[in-house]
């Protein structure tokens, strides 16, 4: 088993944090290596609510299925997948303050046993951490961006 945990401070309350990261559709912007997440069917957020997703790690790209097992609003999401890689990514929020909170990160990635597993673990997981510090950092961005395009909008 390979785990990944990291924690991405937000310039925005957790309500805003929840918003933005619950739409699936900033899942390629701020997932470093995400090529695509499409829903699968009718349900594009909440419990049940299931994905398609391929992401590239180094020069392969990992497809999976994914489906949201856990779902209490502004406070945590659980997605196990359902096929492709064996992998589930928990996604915990707390407010720091009023205008900042936190968003932890925990991704588990279940391998194959024996040589071949500890094989491909030594070989992904130096890829899968820096992937992993880039989403950290794409979290931060791309959640203090949208907060600010919220509160204060462009005017035409």
Same mark, same amino acid.
């Given at each position: =088993?390979?785990?990944?945990? #990291?924690?991405?401070?937000?310039?925005?309350?957790? $309500?805003?944090?929840?918003?933005?990261?619950? !739409?699936?559709? +900033?899942?390629?912007?701020?997932? %470093?290596?995400?090529?695509?997440?499409?829903?699968?069917?009718?349900?594009?957020?909440?419990?049940?609510?299931? #994905?398609?997703?391929? =992401?590239?790690?180094?020069?392969?790209?990992? +497809?999976?299925?994914?489906?949201?097992?856990?779902?209490?609003?502004?406070?945590?999401?659980?997605?196990?997948?359902?096929?492709?890689?064996?992998?589930?990514?928990?996604?915990?929020?707390?407010?720091? !303050? !009023?205008? %900042? &909170?936190?968003? $932890?990160?925990?991704?588990? #990635?279940?391998?194959?046993?024996?040589?071949?597993?500890?094989? =491909?673990?030594?070989?992904?997981?130096?890829?899968?951490?820096?992937?992993? +510090?880039?989403?950290? !950092? +794409?979290?931060?961005?791309?959640?203090?961006?949208?907060?600010? &395009?919220?509160?204060?909008?462009? $005017?035409?």
């Amino acid at each position: =088993m390979l785990e990944i945990v #990291f924690v991405a401070p937000c310039a925005a309350p957790v $309500q805003v944090a929840w918003e933005y990261f619950s !739409d699936y559709r +900033n899942a390629v912007k701020y997932m %470093h290596g995400m090529v695509s997440y499409t829903p699968t069917g009718s349900l594009e957020k909440g419990l049940g609510a299931s #994905f398609d997703g391929a =992401m590239k790690i180094g020069p392969s790209t990992m +497809n999976s299925t994914v489906e949201t097992v856990t779902w209490e609003e502004n406070s945590l999401a659980v997605y196990k997948s359902i096929q492709g890689v064996d992998l589930t990514t928990t996604y915990r929020f707390s407010k720091v !303050d !009023d205008e %900042h &909170s936190e968003v $932890q990160v925990e991704m588990l #990635f279940e391998l194959p046993g024996g040589v071949a597993g500890r094989a =491909m673990e030594k070989a992904i997981e130096p890829i899968v951490r820096a992937n992993a +510090n880039n989403t950290r !950092d +794409n979290m931060t961005r791309v959640v203090g961006e949208y907060y600010a &395009s919220v509160r204060n909008p462009a $005017q035409p």
